[in-house]
């Protein structure tokens, strides 16, 4: 079979680190055992417009290989047109957005990914944002590396996360995540917006309420985290009009996905004063172009801007179980055995019901 997989360009961090496993360099740890079974497997970074090595090469995958970071959109119109032998579209990660899912129905092809494998590395990313842009730790950091020194123009603007309403949306594996790292903070409340309330043991453990209409629940946060998936329904769903409905001063965490945030909404929200912060590391394109406004924008203290790169989902530790986790889907695919359900988003032309028990490390409940 020929198998395509791809990955970030990893340079010269990826040669002195052999477990920076998602990389081009280090073709996620498989090369070897692909080899040893025969298949060919290409691994690019290449994969913009018609004469990259991902789309030249698309026509004759049999499997496709992506991860989050460094998304090859496998759009509709490259499934109907050049894919036509590819059967499974693996996602090395969790979040297959980038795959036109209608489409793969229609050509009956699987798509996959390795659930729960770095929720744990998101939720402890979140946090940490949390606690960056509500303590105004970058420019704190900033002027202790400048060599000023005044406290008052850094604590005019810093709060504590205790007696704050913390709110998720979304909670599934990483909403859920969030709320348990957060409870010993003391947050005055913890909210959630989901479709389906939580079973009630999981809500009480976690201490959190679920506020069923979207706007009420963000008129209520101190702190917003987004954690749902991008869809048709929750892309562009953070825009100018959505952001009057939120808290004045409210900090924005979304490690989800950029698109479910309007680019120009978010900073005009930080400019004016509206929101305080806004923080994460997924932009609506990756990788985010050097002008993005994103990577400048500030509130009117100078402050509220925590973005990085996207890397919370790939820690070295993500990157092991996640690999480990592709190789499992491979193999099975190879042996025709069963999946497991947790890791099937689409699969003989309809949409799968994700069933819980993937691995109840990651999981806090099932929903
Ligand atoms: P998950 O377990 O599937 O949880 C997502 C939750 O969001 C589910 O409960 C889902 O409900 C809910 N949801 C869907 N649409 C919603 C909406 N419009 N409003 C409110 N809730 C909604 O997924 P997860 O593992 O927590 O991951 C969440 C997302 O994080 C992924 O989809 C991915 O995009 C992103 N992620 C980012 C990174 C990173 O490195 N930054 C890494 C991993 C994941 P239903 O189940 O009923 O649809």
Known sequence: MKILAVLYSGGKSALAEPRLLSTVENKLGMASWLKSLGHEYIVTDDKEGPNSVFQKELPDADVLITTPFHPAYLTGDLIRQKASKLKLALTAGVGSDHVDLNAANEKKIMVAEVTGSNVTSVAEHVVMDMLNLVRNFVPAHEMAKRGDWDVSAIARNAFDLEGKVIGTLGAGRIGRLVLQRVKPFDPKELLYYDYNPMPADIANALGARHVPDLKEFLGQCDVVTVN???????????????????????????????????????????????????????????PAPKDHPWRTMQNPLGGGNAMTPHYSGTTLDAQKRYADGTKDILERWFKGEAQEPANVIVEDGQYATRSCGYNSNYRIGCH
């Open 228 to 286: 749902a998936p991008l869809h048709e329904g929750t892309r562009g769903l953070i825009n100018s009009e959505l952001l009057q409905h939120f808290k004045k001063g409210a900090w924005i965490v979304n490690t989800a996905r950029g698109a479910i945030c309007d680019r120009i909404a978010i900073k005009e929200a930080l400019e004016s004063g509206q929101i305080n912060g806004y923080a994460g590391d997924v932009w609506d394109v990756q």
